[in-house]
């Protein structure tokens, strides 16, 4: 599945059951809800997907399902990084026999902050030995170090990279988007920023928001393209406020609870993460309007 055809890529949530084991039941009608509601592609095994708490063998049978269910309609990226080059290429090569799995999408690698130098040689590493195209996930609040636009744009030049997650601001992106070809996609990973990086000729985003408000940036997106400059800023106002909510506690348990109030179950979140507080729901639910 052509992935540069994808501008709305949902990050998509793990669902639990009641016991928190991951539900794959649930997770065909997420799936499905979500390419019925402005999905275009889908993320899975990222942060909002959890990752850091999925064993391996969770993360291998969650791949499977999903491909399963999505059966070719949009393009799959799948999570395979982590701060251990060697596990990593293992991890991405085992991936890669999953045939339905379109690229890997490997975090920069957190904890132990290498310099630009060793985040070059591990993404080049992981690129040169994986069989699946991999893209950069850049996002320094969470892994304590920044992928640089130098070495972003060092890494553009490698077969096997196609694109990056950068979640590092407009003016990196900017960069980016001036500095590498026309075929490295560059996507926003801040849905308060979908809007701008897709004036400044990026690929599209890749969401949390769009679990709930999917449509709503479809069609914002839609107006671009046609281009409808006026409208589409006025869906973007109107998002903002809503995006901001989504992540008014450590995510994805907002949007959990969104979809849970919706009636798509996705079950809680696991620890470290705690569920949304009954007095957090309540101001969730009003700022997206849902009712209760």
Do not use: W
């Amino acid at each position: 599945m052509e992935i540069a055809t994808a501008q709305i890529m949902t990050a998509m949530v793990t669902p639990f059951n009641e016991n928190g084991q991951v539900d794959f039941a649930k997770t065909a009608t997420l799936i499905e809800y979500l390419l019925a509601n402005g999905t275009e592609g889908l993320i899975v095994g990222g942060t909002t997907g959890e990752s850091p708490t999925l064993s391996h063998s969770e993360k291998l049978e969650l791949y499977k399902k999903t491909v399963e269910i999505v059966h070719g309609r949009v393009p799959i990226i799948a999570g395979t990084g982590s701060f251990n080059t060697a596990e990593t290429i293992a991890f991405t090569k085992e991936v890669a026999e999953i045939a339905g799995i379109d690229a890997a999408l490997v975090v920069a690698p957190y904890y132990n902050r290498p310099n630009q130098e060793g985040l070059y040689q591990h993404f080049k590493a992981v690129a040169k030995a994986s069989p699946l195209p991999i893209m950069i996930y850049n996002v320094s609040a969470r892994t304590g170090v920044n992928v640089e636009v130098q070495t972003t744009l060092r890494l553009s030049l490698l077969e096997n990279v196609i694109g990056i997650k950068e979640c590092a601001g407009l003016e990196a992106m900017s960069a980016i988007i001036e500095g590498s070809e026309p075929d490295f996609l560059v996507y926003t990973g801040e849905d308060h920023l979908a809007f701008p990086t897709k004036c400044m000729g990026g690929a599209g985003v890749i969401s949390v928001a769009s679990h709930v408000v999917g449509n709503e940036m479809s069609e914002m997106y839609r107006l671009l393209d046609n281009g409808l400059l006026a409208d589409a800023a006025r869906i973007y106002r109107m998002l903002l406020p809503k995006m901001s909510i989504v992540f008014s506690v450590p995510s994805p348990a907002p949007v959990k609870a969104v979809l849970n109030q919706q009636g798509i179950s996705v079950g809680g979140v696991r620890l470290p993460l705690v569920e949304c507080t009954k007095e957090e729901e309540m101001t969730i639910f009003n700022r997206l309007e849902i009712n209760r």
